[in-house]
C-alpha cells in the first residue's frame, strides 16, 4: 500500500489544521491506521490510531481532547484534524498502516509510511 500524506503547515498557537493520508490500492479498509510524529532531536512518537472500520480510536495522552482521527473507506483516506495547536506539537507527521489486528503504538509494527508532512506551530 502507498500512503500520500498532506496538510502540514505553518499556524499560530491556537490555531487548527487537518492532516489528510490517501492510500493507493483497493484494500484499505483492511488496515489500521496511524498518525506519528517526530520532532527535531526526538524519537518518532505515537499520536493517534482508527482501527479498520473506525469504530475505535487511540490518543497519545498529549494530544487527547485535541487532535481527533477519522477515516473514510469509500476515498482510502485517514485524516486527522488538529484543534487548539501548541507550539510542542511543531513536527513531521506520517501516516503509517499495519495490519495487525489492534491498533499498535509501537512504530515498528507499521510496515508502510507515507512521507511525512511538516507541521509548525508558532507561539
Known amino acids: 500500500v502507498q500512503l500520500q500524506a498532506s496538510g502540514g503547515g505553518l499556524v499560530q498557537a491556537g490555531a487548527s489544521l487537518r492532516l489528510s493520508c490517501a492510500s493507493s490500492g483497493r484494500t484499505f479498509s483492511m488496515y489500521v491506521m496511524a498518525w506519528f510524529r517526530q520532532a527535531p532531536g526526538k524519537e518518532r512518537e505515537f499520536v493517534a490510531g482508527i482501527s479498520r472500520s473506525g469504530t475505535s480510536t487511540y490518543y497519545a495522552d498529549s494530544v487527547k481532547g485535541r487532535f481527533t482521527i477519522s477515516r473514510d473507506n469509500a476515498k482510502n483516506t485517514v485524516y486527522m484534524q488538529m484543534n487548539s495547536l501548541k507550539p510542542e506539537d511543531t513536527a513531521v507527521y506520517s501516516c503509517?498502516?499495519?495490519?495487525?489486528?489492534?491498533?499498535?503504538?509501537?512504530?515498528?509494527?507499521?510496515?508502510?509510511w507515507g512521507q511525512g508532512t511538516l507541521v509548525t506551530v508558532s507561539s
Open positions: 503509517a498502516a499495519s495490519r495487525t489486528v489492534w491498533v499498535e503504538q509501537r512504530k515498528d509494527e507499521y510496515p508502510y
